[in-house]
């Protein structure tokens, strides 16, 4: 379960590093290069328990990390401005796309751990969804407020 999980970290972090030459605005390029970073260190976190299960060592014996999640709580202030409508919507879709990797790894995490009877083992899973909800939350909120501008930029708000 751990090799799964290494894999489907690996590839959100480099889903992030691709992004990079596709979004345009600085502040979502910012939020990329930062999940980017996360997802690198999930990388190593996850390393470092395989390592440790395969040489007969506790998981428990792999300190967690902390995440800093202060970037995103300072992201959640700033106001997004400015950017033609091609690129908004570009972004949009972009964003989306990471929202949705979030929210995979999130239950992914957790549906995990309800499976797992190892007290260790659950409460890493549950710490690494608690990580993955916390991205996926601040990508929504970037998602609603660039949503909000492409509206504006069109004229107009949906029904919904």
């Known amino acids: 379960m751990l090799k799964f999980a290494l894999s489907r970290e690996v590839d959100g972090m480099n889903f992030y590093r691709q992004k990079l030459s596709v ?26 328990l395989i390592e440790n299960v395969e040489n007969g060592n506790s998981i428990s014996n792999v300190k967690i990390p902390e995440q800093d999640v202060s970037f995103f709580k300072n992201r959640e202030k700033k106001e997004l401005t400015g950017g033609k409508i ?8 972009v964003l989306r796309m990471a929202y949705l990797i979030e929210d995979d790894f999130m239950h992914f995490y957790d549906n995990s751990a309800e499976k797992i009877n190892d007290v260790e083992v659950k409460k890493v899973l549950k710490k690494l969804s608690s990580w993955e909800k916390e991205h996926r939350d601040m990508l929504y909120a970037l998602y609603q407020q660039r949503s909000k501008e492409y509206w504006n930029e069109m004229g107009f708000t949906p029904l919904f």
């Open 86 to 93: 091609d690129d908004i919507a570009s972004e949009l879709s």
């Open 23 to 48: 979004v345009k605005d600085q502040d979502v390029k910012g939020v990329l290069e930062q999940l980017s970073e996360m997802e690198n260190g999930h990388v190593n976190y996850i390393t470092q």
